[in-house]
C-alpha cells in the first residue's frame, strides 16, 4: 500500500518568492509554521499575517523584531 501524497507542481520562480515572503516577515517563527505547512495554502497564511498586523495583534518594530499578541475568542459567556 502506498501512502497518500499530494504533489504541487510550481516553478522555480514562485518557489523562491513564497520562500522570501516566509523568510522575510518571519512567517515561521510568528505564526509557528514550517515552510511544508506554509505551502499548503501560502496566500492563506498570508493573509492571516496580514490581518494580524492589521489588526494589533503582530507589532513590527522598526528594527524588525516581532512579537504575537494571542488572543483566545471562546463562544462560551465569561469565558
Known amino acids: 500500500m502506498q501512502p497518500n501524497i499530494d ?3 510550481m516553478t522555480d520562480e514562485r518557489l523562491n518568492l513564497l520562500a522570501d515572503r516566509f523568510l ?4 515561521g517563527q510568528v505564526l509557528g509554521l514550517t515552510f511544508a505547512g506554509y505551502l499548503t495554502d501560502p496566500e492563506g497564511y498570508d ?3 496580514e490581518e494580524m498586523k492589521k489588526g494589533n495583534g503582530l ?5 524588525g523584531d516581532r512579537s504575537v ?3 483566545n475568542h471562546s463562544s462560551e459567556k465569561g469565558a
Open 69 to 71: 499578541v494571542h488572543l
Open 59 to 63: 507589532r513590527i518594530t522598526e528594527t
Open 47 to 49: 493573509r492571516l499575517y
Open 7 to 9: 504533489v504541487t507542481v
Open 24 to 27: 522575510g516577515r518571519q512567517i
